[in-house]
């Protein structure tokens, strides 16, 4: 039976949170305890996730009143129980990005309805458009309340149990993720950055987004880093995690000649190019994967057309409302036609 929670270093633990009905399967939530304690990312916005989370921070004796939170990036299964876990005197970090987009995601539809939209300008039916918010687990697990975030930006120092995190802006998985290193100790906390056993989902849903840039040139700062253990919020620590970053790079590049061998044979939405591409997942065919599951492999798809749009190997086909990609075949990165 697995732990709970787990001694990492000294003052630093994590806490396993379950996330039910997601692939993703659990969250490492890090706990720093000392004279302030802090708590790095939190779970989702549900019963089982909160269960935990109360019993983890219960066995280690930690007081909600002298504690803050740090938050790597906007997703629900990171920011779910923040309104849980806050006191009055808790600071809240989180890039300024990142914290704008969980206000906005938590307490209004309006971002939902454009990503509905967007979904649809990349091959979504209005059905599926609707379905995928409405299943969305960031939609169903989020935190609700308005916060008041403590934006943090590169380079910012948080000193909790004897540890000088270094605040590090790592774009690509979300705009505004962020990871803290601790160079004395060579720990990294890497959020959704760096990844074991799966890649990071990296999406884009608007042209001219290069999440998959950001994403890129932000694993070249981490690898300039004298790191000995990485400390991921999905999985285990990893210890050879140059090798690990060396194959997502890599995965990545597959990722973009997959996609170069697909547009090779017509022009197609992001959904199209979703649909023929391989994921690593237990369903015989396309239409059997669960429409959230379809969202996430869209905006990769898109995100991967979108990096190569903004080398000029692909041109942006506009037709009634509806984007399509082509290979570049002409000096123009768009190209608008009546009807395909």
């Not at 039910?20 to 305890?33: D, E």
């Not at 989702?44 to 983890?56: I, K, L, V």
């Not at 040139?217 to 400390?231: E, G, Q, R």
Request: glycine share 8%; proline share 4%; charged share 20%.
């Amino acid at each position: 039976m697995r732990k709970l929670v787990e001694s990492v270093a000294t003052n630093l633990y994590r806490v396993e949170i379950p996330l039910p009905q997601s692939p993703l399967k659990t969250l490492n939530s890090y706990v720093v305890t000392g004279e302030r304690n802090l708590v790095i990312d939190t779970g989702f916005n549900r019963p089982e996730c909160q269960a935990a989370m109360t019993e983890g921070l219960a066995s280690l004796g930690v007081d909600l009143d002298r504690t803050d939170l740090f938050i790597t990036h906007m997703h629900a299964d990171h920011t779910g129980l923040i309104g849980m876990l806050r006191r009055p005197a808790s600071r809240i970090f989180c890039s300024k990005t990142d914290g704008d987009s969980i206000n906005a995601f938590g307490t209004t539809e309006a971002p939902w309805q454009e990503l509905a939209k967007a979904a649809g300008r990349n091959g979504f039916s209005s059905s599926e458009m609707a379905a995928g918010v409405e299943k969305h687990p960031g939609y169903l697990y989020r935190q609700t309340d308005w916060i008041g975030f403590s934006p943090v930006q590169d380079g910012d120092i948080l000193s909790y149990g004897g540890y000088r995190f270094q605040c590090l802006a790592t774009p690509g998985h979300t705009r505004g993720h962020m990871c803290l290193y601790e160079p004395a100790v060579k720990i990294l906390l890497s959020g959704d950055h760096i990844l074991g056993d799966i890649t990071p989902n990296i999406t884009a849903w608007q042209e001219g987004e290069n999440s998959l840039t950001d994403y890129l040139a932000s694993l070249d700062k981490v690898m300039a880093l004298n790191i000995d253990t990485v400390l991921p919020a999905h999985q285990r620590a990893i210890g050879d995690w140059r090798a690990r970053v060396d194959e997502i790079i890599r995965h990545h590049h597959d990722r973009l000649e997959e996609v170069r061998r697909i547009l090779a044979s017509g022009v197609y939405t992001g959904y199209q190019i979703a649909s023929r591409m391989h994921w690593s997942l237990t369903y015989a065919s396309w239409e059997e994967f669960p429409v959230q599951q379809k969202w996430f492999a869209t905006g990769e798809a898109v995100a991967h057309l979108e990096y190569l749009a903004g080398r000029g190997e692909v041109s942006r086909v506009r037709d009634h409302g509806v984007i399509r990609y082509a290979l570049q075949r002409s000096e123009k990165n768009t190209v608008n036609i009546p009807n395909l």
